[in-house]
Structures are given as structure tokens and as C-alpha cells.
């Protein structure tokens, strides 16, 4: 969930990535929500996400240190 991203004190998706990059080691399929509240916010924040979540997944099939 994106909405996070744009939330002042936050900064960071629902659920942030650390949880995401376990997510990715038990399995569990990421897909992207905006929180869009309106149709002008469907699809915001859409290219950090995707940036986010390849990261996370990268990290998720990698051996945990």
C-alpha cells in the first residue's frame, strides 16, 4: 500500500519493506495498492513502489544473513 509513502512521520509502504523481503521468503504474493481514496489517485506513487518491491523481492530470494 503506497499511501504510506506520501504520510509525513512515515515515509515508507504498508508494510514496510523489511516485512515485505520476509513476505517474499514465505511465499506470500506482493501486489501493488495505491489507498486511492478517488480515481485521480489510482495508480500514485505506482514507479516507487515497483522500485520497492523489486527490491524486496531480490533481497526475499537471497539466503538471510
Do not use: F, M
Not at 511465499?27 to 523489486?54: C, F, K, M, N, W
Amino acid at each position: 500500500n503506497a499511501a504510506g509513502l506520501k504520510k509525513p512521520g512515515c515515509r515508507q509502504l504498508y508494510p514496510p519493506e523489511e516485512i515485505l523481503v520476509l513476505a517474499v521468503r514465505c511465499g506470500v504474493p506482493l501486489i501493488y495498492g495505491s489507498d486511492a481514496h478517488a480515481v485521480a489517485g489510482v495508480g500514485q506513487l505506482r514507479d516507487e513502489v515497483a522500485a520497492i518491491v523489486t527490491r524486496a523481492r531480490k533481497a526475499g530470494t537471497r539466503p538471510p544473513s
